[in-house]
């Protein structure tokens, strides 16, 4: 998930009246020549993939590269919390998959801590009646999936971890330094043809192919979809199964919240950040080479700056943003598709149990409770959360007790609804989000590089949206800048890379 209250965010030990830290570095046009190597950088978002990148750009450029990060809501964008008394809950992106390799990283790197894990069970919920209930008991489990779906569930578990396996590859190539100048050409390296394929056809399509039942289809994986993307088994099989590897694998969080992630990053990197709302870029050129136009408007009012390199993570859909592109030659124009509309609710309040067949509250065992697809039911998930900071002596609160719970559904919830999942409640904190792409399995994928130096990486939320996803885009991105700047064309769109790194070993 998500965008944030409207918080300039000052870097470390910033008075709000040191306007000269937050004005960007190259205001007039950047020095040149050989006594300053100097390499002005523009990232326009502060969310994880703008952080990261700043990171990565940081790490193969070294200080030659001046950074400036524009943000016009909070550091952390779709990472964020909200506070219900006195403690904080994350509202957006919640959980990080084990696997996530540059999410430990960056922890590692931050001194930050994973978050004390409170166990408790999941259901699926119809709308009148739980289609699957989680027990305390690993082999009970099992046998449920087994006796109501056969052998989908392990069919379903072969299918993700193939997946998964070639994706992993990623890391490797990127250690390496090896980088991919389109989302084709990255997927292409992974898992071949078969893997640009998953990004144009529906996940259900994938899995009744590999023998997964229509049941099981409608069951569980409409439930995980929605839950994570707010859509229907549609979406395409490499989306699908990235939401799928999140849904049955272990997943963690940082202490304190995800956000801190952003926050360090760019401590780390020292970047300069400006809290203003990048309205476009235009292209000048200077000695031969593109120079970039950065405008935007601040609380004092429109300004610009000048950059030999600039890297985009907010959204370029037109049902996300008024960005305008000037004197590019051919005019880069054309961002298809629209972004899903997302609602996370959180809640203090008495769950109104009965309405999921429990009348006696102290009865229900569930902590976490999916959806299926089924048009009356007017939310896609909700779970019992705890707070972003976990002592040792905290227990999850009873289900008879007032609890947060984090409700999430594409409208906003009216009073009516409400009342229909909550006995009362003292306080509702709610969060829009143009969270995900609405995925539709026919559009192609949008680029990478829009020009020579002037990068979209969050072109790759559309072949599968996650704080790892961006991470890994981010990572291709300093990648691609940094090989194409040097002109290393042998690191870039390398063919048969699995055999490179190889022989490479």
């Known amino acids: 998930p998500l965008p944030p209250p409207i918080l300039p965010f000052l870097p470390a030990g910033a008075a709000a009246g040191e306007r000269g830290r937050l004005a960007p570095l190259h205001p007039s046009g950047p020095p040149h020549g050989p006594l300053c190597p100097a390499l002005p950088a523009a990232v326009v978002g502060a969310g994880i993939g703008g952080s990261a990148v700043a990171y990565f750009l940081q790490q193969h450029f070294g200080p030659q590269v001046q950074l400036d990060v524009f943000e016009k809501g909070h550091v952390g964008g779709r990472l964020a919390t909200v506070t219900v008394n006195k403690q904080q809950y994350e509202s957006g992106g919640a959980s990080i998959h084990s696997l996530n390799l540059h999410m430990q990283d960056f922890v590692k790197v931050l001194g930050l801590k994973h978050r004390r894990e409170v166990a408790g069970k999941s259901a699926i919920f119809s709308g009148e009646h739980f289609v699957l209930e989680e027990t305390d008991w690993y082999l009970l489990n099992l046998f449920r999936l087994w006796w109501h779906y056969g052998i989908s569930f392990l069919r379903l578990q072969m299918w993700v971890e193939e997946v998964m396996e070639k994706f992993m590859r990623i890391y490797k190539y990127q250690a390496y330094g090896y980088a991919f100048s389109s989302l084709e050409e990255l997927l292409r390296s ?36 929605r839950s994570s993307y707010g859509q229907s088994v549609l979406v395409p099989a490499f989306a699908g199964a990235m939401s799928l590897a999140g849904a049955q694998g272990s997943t963690w ?29 235009s292209l000048h050129s200077s000695e031969g080479r593109a120079l970039y136009q950065v405008h935007y408007e601040d609380g004092e009012g429109q300004g610009s700056g000048f950059y030999d390199m600039v890297v985009l993570t907010a959204p370029l859909h037109p049902s996300k943003s008024n960005f305008t592109f000037q004197n590019f030659e051919p005019p880069i124009t054309d961002f298809p598709g629209a972004f899903q509309p997302s609602v996370t609710s959180v809640v203090h309040g008495y769950l109104n149990s009965s309405y999921f067949g429990f009348p006696d509250p102290k009865l229900f065992p569930f902590a976490s409770i999916l959806t299926t697809d089924t048009p009356n039911l007017f939310f896609n998930a909700m779970d019992n959360i705890c707070p972003v900071n976990i002592s040792s002596a905290f227990r999850r609160k009873q289900p008879q007790e007032a609890a947060v719970w984090r409700v999430l559904s594409q409208q906003p919830l009216d009073k009516q609804q409400l009342k229909t999942l909550f006995r009362s409640y003292y306080s509702v904190q709610v969060t829009e989000w143009q969270a995900y792409p609405h995925y539709d399995a026919a559009k192609s994928l949008p680029p990478i590089v829009l020009h020579d130096n002037l990068f979209y990486l969050s072109s790759v939320e559309w072949v599968a949206s996650s704080m790892e996803m961006v991470a890994v885009a981010a990572k291709n991105v300093a990648l691609l800048a940094y090989n194409r700047w040097y002109q290393d064309l042998e690191k870039i769109d390398q063919k048969d890379l699995m055999h490179k790194v190889k022989t490479e070993l």
């Open 253 to 281: 969080a940082v202490e304190g919240g995800n956000k801190l992630v952003c926050s360090g990053l760019l401590k780390l990197t020292k970047a300069n950040v400006i809290p203003a709302r990048v309205t476009g870029v």
């Open 190 to 225: 992974l898992g071949g043809e078969a893997f640009v394929n998953m990004t144009q056809r529906s996940v259900a399509e994938s899995l009744l192919e590999v023998g997964v039942t229509q049941r099981f289809v409608d069951d569980v994986i409409a439930a995980v979809l």
